[in-house]
Every structure is written in C-alpha cells, then in structure tokens.
C-alpha cells in the first residue's frame, strides 16, 4: 500500500501566555490523506483549521502527537518534508517590490529548478490564474484579489508532490475562484497531492474529494460531500415561511431548524406532498431544493460556518 502523504496521530496545540490563560487550538486532531487526493478541512474561522496546516507545513511545533508527509515526521525532520512540499499561508502576500512574474520566477529558482525551466512554469502559471496582462505591474499596485491568485500561482507552479492551502481563494470573486478548482483538479491529475482549508462551503463541495469537519480543535466527522449530505436524513430541504411556520408544527415531517426569519426542514422526497399539503393548510409558503452540505454542517457543528468561533 501507498505511503499516505499526511498521517496525523492525535496532534495536539496548546498556546501558553504568560499572566493568561492556556489556549488550546488543537485537542488530538487524527486525520490522514492519501496520495492524489483533494482533501478540505471544513470549519469556522479559529477552528483550528490554520493552526493544523501550520504544523503539518513544519512551521509549527505539536504540543503533543505527530505529523507525518510521505513517512517523514515534520517536526523531527522537517528538513526532509520541506522539498516536497508548497505552502499558500492564510496571511501571505508577494512580495510588494516584485511583480507577480518575479515573485514566480524567483521563487521557482529558490526551489532549484532551472532558468529555462522556471521561465516555462512562470508564464504557464501566470496564464492559469489571469495574470498575464498584470504580469510586470509591481505587486503593491495590485488589487487584493490579484495579490491572492499571485500566491496560488507562485505554489502551483512547482507542481509539488503536497500542496498546503489555507484559505487559497480568499478574496478572490467567484470566476477567479473558479480558475483556481479548475487549476488544482490539474495538478491532482498530474499527481500532486492536496490539503486545504476553507470556510467556503461551495468550494469544500465542489474540490474536495473528501473533507474534515473540524470544530474548536477537533475533529467531528470525515467522509464525502454526497455522504455527509445523506446522513442529515434527507435528500430535499423545503423553506417555509409564515408566522405557522414553527419547529412545533413541522418537526414531524423531518429535521427543522430556524434561520433567518425561516423554517427549513430536511425531508424525504416521500413525505414532501403531505408536508406540503400541510403547509398550504396553514397558509405557509414554501420553496423545496435540494439538502446542501450546508446542513450537514449544521447537523454537525450545531451552527452556521460563518458564526465566529
């Protein structure tokens, strides 16, 4: 069997302040991600999802427990992990004093490979993030968006066999975003393996061929979008609005949850006429589409992805 590209055992983060309180980040994270994967860490902001990336990166120390990429322990031998491996942090940005073909370039040379060579990658990566016409612009007069595809070009050009990405298309509107799935499902094909976080429910469904949920330092659940969506109980979620519209009335039709003024309930194709039926009795509106990993996150977590941690 394939060595996995990330084995985690029981990783453990905890932040020791002086005159404060201990902060712990992580309390015994296990996960594991095979080699070609696409795999997203699914949470809030401060679930841990940053702190996770940064010491499987080696740029963080575990408390306790262990990290391991393609069998080398990241904190015991991080200078063995390092050349395999591609960082976009959730905090970088290219340097301001290099245009976006510089940042790539030189970067590409750091990493050993050939003039020649890295002129190639440069320009193939630049083309795949829309950069080109932005190319020689210095980075600091660059908009936040263009600085954020700068960095994801800069990691994706060096086709590493482990990517790490937290939180790649922040900031980016929903084409640039686009761009970047269609150019990272590329590089999985080519044999590159994928770890990022993300918030963005959208991008967790669409790019992952399996996530994490992860929640206040632990994990909660792992498995497939399509899998995590049938473990909510039903395949359509139908709006209801109407002051009737409460848990109380509906809640034997399936799971129901408030949200926004609304009512939605997770139900069964079978049942939907009778709910409906219901729903028009009691003069409340109602809208039917398909179950998102919306609700499977909040089946999970118990609240919305953009509450705050």
Known sequence: MAEP????????KIYHRRGAPEVTALSGVSLEVRSGERVALLGRNGAGKTTFLKIAST???PTSGHVEVFGHDVDRTPGEVRPLIAVVPQEGKP??????????YTYLLTRGFARAEARRRTDEALG????????DRLSVTLS????????VATVIATEAPLLFLDEPTIGMDPFARRGVWASLRSLTR????????THYLDEAEALSDRLYIVERGRVLVDGTSEGLKRSTGGSLRVTLTGPAATPEAFGSFGRAYPETGALHVVTTPERLPELLSFALRQQVTAAVGPVTLEEAFLRVVGRSIDEES
């Open 59 to 61: 740029l963080l120390a």
């Open 144 to 151: 936040g968006g263009q600085r954020q595809r700068t960095m």
């Open 128 to 135: 795949q993030m829309e950069l080109t016409e932005v190319a």
């Open 95 to 104: 340097f301001f004093h290099l245009t976006p073909r510089e940042q790539v």
């Open 5 to 12: 590209a990330v084995s985690a055992h029981e990783v453990r």
């Open 190 to 197: 080519k044999g590159s393996t994928i770890l990022l976080t």
